[in-house]
């Protein structure tokens, strides 16, 4: 590394984390701002019951998001996720079939498939060299067809007790809930304190720029589409405990859904900048917005106009404070 | 179309039947019940869900997006109106089918209090897990119009597929003199009332050689697809075709469509079948062609919040709450199996009404889905 490169690195880094530290101040003082009107319109809305309620709900949007935020870091995108959630959901149920007798090597098989067709994403864009976007998108329609080609309908069943890896509890908490969080803490540490997390950023803020200086941009790319996999593998394990069978449908809402706690947690599109933490409170306020809605008897066609408007100020507000510190 | 309407009314007034809300006003039981020569039918005791009203019932809708579903709810809304003084309030949302969202949405209205839970459920499957959840939780849980895989629920209020089905499939056997090539234009090919009702049609058709299935196609429950792909078998069958099973009247004024526009002149087009939809009526009336209505009337959402406030009385319920068809025909058609209907279906027309309103929602005469504001406690 050149003497040259360091003071510009060090500006890389305090635009980083003034970005990260500003998209958790927006969505902490959103997720605040929604507790206190559901604490004044309803009793019950504050209760330990219910705010664990948003904890457990929270889970699956918040995994599948962890992956894509490593995505998005590095100026890319996984439009694959929603229908390998749906794949890896269907095959989950359909060889498991209510036999728990080979749950281990099943489950094991799945994390490694999610992780493989990650892997590919990846080789797809760095050797062919087209855009992430259209990679995933086009591995998306290939996972979805073989989904559909091994089920068309609801298929298999889990064995008795699998709902525990949803419903089970750590005393009063959501045990999957709080699994959630530790990954979280888990891959921010590996983000921030690792070489090859700082890597990570490195490649998202200027990706030849990180070639030409010698970091391995092929190796991180493909880590990051590995991981996206893997963790929508992860989601898709957490629904079929949730669903109790496949349905080859399933994660399709997944892929749109993954990008919000990621944006609205403050990682830019153009990369480089955010962080897994942003991610999780982002998955926090979608769920808690879900939630004060159904209380406030607000109709779901209005839930999405919300969902939509919440994307668009989050972000307006990001680009204000990037330009301000550029 | 003037002397059409003035002919309708005149039939109306000369049979001394009642105005055509009459289809909205049947109170009996359902045949299907009282018909049943099972012995043993199962009920449920519902003494331990006892409780001292004004309640709050929950209602966990899968979604919205045709026109039945509409009707539906404004079933609901009205029925809960009917009972204010029991209902404090009926909290509704809606998932837009979405498995996902239905679970979350379950959980909330756990969440906020709810006595009773109705659930109309997205997957037949997938929302099995949370329904049992809710069950073990002590609060009763009742399905409308679709259940989940397992039994855990007190009743599921529903109509009779297999009564359709069957009715259909002999009413059209009789009408063909036990021989003739017949068309099954599904609604959604897999969901489960288009496979129930072609099941309980086949166990009729098998016993008659003589009939013979040139096609199965699927319509998607749209009168437009409909309309498409009748067009594509009337174009490879022609003459060969003596009869079509709609498993919806949603489908078959699109059916009715694409014969007329093949050059089919009115008397001239096959038997056809239908459910609950207007358009399919008029359709038949217009072209004089035989039709059998039978009946799954989204007025069971209204039958649901009955249902519910039985539960909520310790009552027993049957572990299938049926709200009784209405068996309409077209004049002069009347086989051995349908010698009268309950209604002729100039008797349960709306010939100035939209073509998508439902003859079957229970909700009087008067009501538009459009305009139709329900008065009950939210």
């Known amino acids: 590394m050149t003497d040259m490169a360091l003071p510009s690195r060090d500006r890389a880094r305090l635009r980083r984390m003034a970005a990260s530290n500003a998209g958790l101040l927006v969505v902490l003082s959103l997720l605040v701002l929604m507790l206190l009107i559901g604490a004044v319109v309803s009793d019950r809305f504050r209760t330990f019951g219910n705010v664990a309620n948003v904890f457990e709900q929270s889970t699956g949007l918040a995994l599948v998001s962890l992956g894509q935020t490593l995505a998005v870091l590095t100026g890319g995108i996984d439009l694959a996720v929603g229908s390998l959630i749906s794949l890896i959901i269907c095959l989950t149920a359909g060889l498991l079939d209510g036999d728990g007798t080979y749950m281990i090597p099943v489950l094991a098989g799945m994390l490694a498939l999610g992780a493989a067709i990650g892997l590919v994403n990846g080789l797809g864009v760095v050797y062919l060299r087209i855009h992430p976007l259209i990679v995933t998108l086009g591995m998306g329609a290939v996972l979805q067809g073989v989904t559909l080609l091994y089920a068309l309908g609801p298929v298999g069943s889990v064995p008795d007790g699998f709902d525990a890896l949803a419903y089970g509890t750590f005393g009063p908490l959501p045990a999957a809930a709080v699994v959630t969080v530790l990954l979280y803490v888990a891959t921010a540490l590996l983000l921030r304190s690792s070489r090859f997390g700082r890597y990570i950023y490195a490649v998202g803020d200027d990706g030849n720029a990180a070639k030409l200086i010698g970091l391995p941009r092929t190796q991180v790319i493909l880590f990051v589409y590995a991981f996206s996999g893997f963790f929508a593998a992860v989601t898709a394990i957490y629904l079929v405990a949730r669903f109790g069978s496949g349905q080859p449908y399933a994660g399709a809402n997944y892929t749109l859904a993954s990008i919000t706690p990621v944006v609205v947690g403050g990682t830019m599109l153009s990369g480089g900048r955010g962080g897994v933490m942003g991610t999780l409170f982002g998955a926090y306020l979608v769920s808690l917005l879900n939630n004060l809605l159904n209380f406030l008897d607000v109709s779901t066609y209005v839930q999405l106009m919300f969902q939509g408007l919440i994307i668009i100020l989050a972000v307006s507000l990001y680009v204000e404070k990037r330009k301000s510190i550029a | ?378």
């Open chain 2, 1 to 378: 179309m003037k002397r059409l309407v003035g002919a309708l009314i005149g039939a109306t007034i000369l049979s001394g039947l009642c105005t055509p809300s009459r289809a909205d006003e049947y109170k009996g039981a359902p045949r299907t019940f009282l018909f049943n020569p099972s012995p043993d039918v199962c009920f449920k005791d519902a003494a331990k869900y006892k409780k001292a009203g004004p309640y709050t019932i929950g209602f966990a809708n899968a979604g919205l997006g045709d026109s039945w579903r509409v009707v539906a709810l404004d079933s609901m809304k009205k029925a809960a109106g009917d009972h204010k003084d029991q209902i404090k309030h009926l909290l509704i949302t809606d998932a837009g089918h979405d498995d996902a969202k239905q679970i979350a949405d379950i959980q909330d209205l756990v969440s906020r209090g709810v006595d009773l839970l109705i659930v109309s459920a997205n997957t037949e499957k997938a929302l099995d897990p949370a329904v049992s959840r809710v069950m073990k939780q002590g609060i009763p849980v009742i399905m409308v119009d679709r259940r989940t895989s397992s039994d855990n629920f007190v009743t599921f209020v529903t109509a009779s597929d297999q009564l359709e089905g069957r009715l259909w499939a002999q009413w059209l056997v009789e009408k063909l003199n036990g021989k003739g090539n017949v068309i099954i234009l599904g609604g959604q090919a897999g969901s489960s009332p288009n496979e129930a009702r072609v099941r309980a049609a086949m166990q009729v058709f098998d016993q008659y050689p003589d009939i013979k299935i040139l096609d199965t196609v699927y319509s998607d429950w749209s009168p437009v697809k409909g309309k498409q792909v009748m067009q594509a078998v009337i174009a490879k069958y022609g003459k060969k075709i003596d009869a079509v099973l709609s498993t919806h009247g949603l489908q078959t004024p699109g059916s009715i469509e694409a014969f007329v526009e093949a050059g089919y002149k009115d008397g001239e087009i096959p038997p056809h079948t239908s459910a609950d939809v207007n358009g399919a009526l008029q359709m038949a009336l217009k072209h004089k062609v035989a039709d059998l209505e039978v009946g799954y009337p989204p007025a069971m959402y209204g039958l649901a919040i009955e249902t519910a406030l039985k539960v909520l009385s310790g009552a027993k319920v049957a572990c299938t709450t049926q709200i009784n068809a209405q068996i309409g025909l077209t004049h002069g058609d009347e086989t051995a199996s349908v010698p009268h209907p309950d209604l002729y279906i100039d008797q349960m027309v709306s010939m100035d009404g939209p073509p998508d309103m439902l003859v079957t929602g229970g909700m009087g005469p008067g009501y538009d889905p459009k305009s139709y504001k329900a008065d009950y406690n939210q």
